[in-house]
């Protein structure tokens, strides 16, 4: 069965703190892998990985995916309060095209606290 | 703008009601999906969409029904509502160009009394 796992499930931290939060896989049929950010009510895109040891950054977010370890991490570098939120990992599976589908993960809450 | 919509966004209703979720989208969207999420839970996908006139089950076992009868429009119904639907419902799009990115709308967060 297709599994994603998200540690640690909560974290609190300090604004100016930076964080890592890990994702691992276990699944058929990897396609990509993908973070989003989920504040109140819907996630948020935020990366899509494919490739190995590529690092994707958006500011002072930053992830990289490693296929032969399975798993993935997401870093936040220099943290405020305004990246509390749920953030969400997912495994795109499937033979592509139409037929693939996402297995996501619970979530790490991140709080941040000024 | 090109935008995804879901209403109503909050929905309280009393057990054996029939209920319609609306999902609209903007961008001109292939596949469309609903998902199921209970709070602090992860989300589930119930259905999902190819195209106009294709549904599919998704992994979660669900008595609602979904129709794509236009592209851009992906309802889902429950022709009988329980306390055990009471749920947020996440409606999601995808561009088959752009892989598994998906956007999501709002969400609608329903209470079944």
């Known amino acids: 069965e297709d599994k994603v796992v998200q540690s640690p499930l909560s974290l609190v931290v300090h604004e100016g703190d930076t964080v890592t939060l890990n994702c691992s896989y276990e699944?058929?049929?990897?396609?990509?892998l993908l973070w989003y950010k989920q504040e109140k009510k819907a996630p948020t895109f935020l990366f899509m990985l494919t490739s190995s040891g590529i690092e994707k950054k958006s500011g002072r977010l930053s992830s990289i995916l490693d296929k032969k370890e399975l798993f993935s991490i997401l870093n936040i570098t220099a943290t405020q309060t305004g990246d509390s939120a749920v953030y969400l990992c997912?495994?795109?599976?499937?033979?592509?095209?139409?037929?693939?589908?996402?297995?996501f993960g619970t979530g790490t809450l991140l709080a941040v606290q000024p | 703008e090109a935008d995804i919509y879901q209403t109503p966004r909050y929905l309280v209703i009393g057990t054996g009601k029939k209920i319609t979720l609306e999902c609209s989208q903007t961008?001109?969207?292939?596949?469309m999906y609903w998902y199921q999420q209970d709070p602090g839970m992860e989300l589930h996908l119930i259905h999902y969409s190819y195209g106009v006139n294709s549904t599919e089950k998704g992994d979660l076992s669900s008595e609602s029904t979904v129709s794509r009868i236009r592209t851009e429009h992906f309802p889902l119904t429950l022709e009988s509502a329980r306390p055990s639907h009471t749920s947020q419902y996440l409606c999601?799009?995808?561009?088959?160009?752009?892989?598994?990115?998906?956007?999501f709308g709002p969400g609608t967060r329903l209470l079944v009394l």
């Open positions: 961008m001109g969207h292939d596949k």
């Open positions: 699944v058929t049929n990897f396609r990509s």
């Open positions: 999601a799009s995808s561009d088959l160009a752009t892989l598994e990115t998906q956007y």
């Open positions: 997912a495994v795109e599976v499937g033979y592509g095209g139409a037929t693939n589908k996402l297995i």
